[in-house]
């Protein structure tokens, strides 16, 4: 039986803190998975968003934005060390705002693109979007994808776990939704059919969700997967922190970050 290291979407942009990575890779040293799955949105793109308008775009810049993933995937990198398993990065929505920009603007083609992302330099076995949705990936069973769209709408399959296995009818595991959703289905043959989303790996605040920021944030460790069966094993970010830092979350964001209880809502806990 194998296990599998989940990093759920990290949205890394200019600012944010990035001292997760370091938790994250030393996790990855310590519980020497056979495979890690990072889920997507790495490369958060404000500067690419389609959501914003131009004021809130004023000093965002692309080049910032590649940036801030690409140091984030090599600071992954130096804290976890040499790792010979698998490593699976799938690509998100965020990234394929890169997609859209170039389809709106092709003339950049080839001077801006994914060349210049630093995960497939970095050894990550890359899954990209096709036509314009989250190509899955199986690996020992399990489906993973940043997100499973519905065959008739092209819309990302929502609800109760029970819910997305019906429609998914595959043990998955996705991205792409804040928080931490995980169930499990047993049939009347006997068979197990297990689903987990978890869409948040990151300390900073997103400003669509206002006060709701409050949700869980971590990874997840798959332990005895075979066949699509596992046992899940969510690690929060706290629970990381007070691992590796040797202090509470909270603790460790307002010591090291000014004004960290206006700014994060992870810091004002413990």
């Known amino acids: 039986m194998r296990r599998h290291l989940i990093l759920p979407d990290t ?11 370091d938790w994250i890779g030393r996790a990855i040293k310590e519980y020497k998975p056979d495979v890690i799955v990072h889920l997507g949105d790495h490369w958060d793109f404000p500067s690419l968003s389609g959501c914003a308008g131009p004021l809130e775009k004023e000093g ?9 993933g690409n140091e ?8 976890m060390g040499p790792f010979r398993g698998r490593k699976v990065l ?8 890169l997609t859209r920009a170039l389809n709106a603007s092709p003339t950049w083609a080839g001077a801006v693109g994914f060349h210049q992302f630093d995960d ?9 979007y096709f036509h314009g949705s989250p190509k899955p990936i199986e690996i020992d069973g399990v489906t993973y994808a940043h997100y499973f769209p519905n065959p008739n ?3 990302p399959i929502g609800g109760t776990i029970t819910n997305r296995l019906a429609k998914i009818g595959t043990s998955f595991v996705q991205g792409h939704v804040q928080g931490l959703l995980q169930g499990n289905v047993q049939y009347a043959t006997g068979l197990i059919r297990h689903g987990i989303v978890a869409g948040s790996a990151y300390l900073h605040d997103e400003e669509f969700k206002g006060m709701a920021n409050a949700h869980w944030r971590g990874i997840v460790v798959l332990n005895e ?3 699509g069966q596992f046992c899940e094993m969510p690690l929060t970010l706290d629970y990381l922190c007070r691992k590796y830092a040797r202090r509470s979350l ?12 206006e700014r994060f809502t992870l810091a004002r806990g413990e």
């Open 60 to 68: 965002r810049r692309y080049q910032a934005d590649l940036d801030a």
């Open 120 to 128: 497939k330099r970095l050894g990550w076995e890359v899954v990209d």
């Open 72 to 79: 984030a995937l090599h600071r992954l990198r130096d804290a």
């Open 225 to 227: 997967v075979r066949n």
């Open 153 to 155: 709408t092209g819309k």
């Open 11 to 21: 949205q890394v942009k200019p600012g944010v803190p990035l001292d997760h990575f």
């Open 90 to 97: 799938l690509r998100g929505n965020h990234e394929d705002r």
């Open 250 to 261: 909270g603790s460790f964001l307002r010591r090291n970050y000014k004004r960290a209880a």
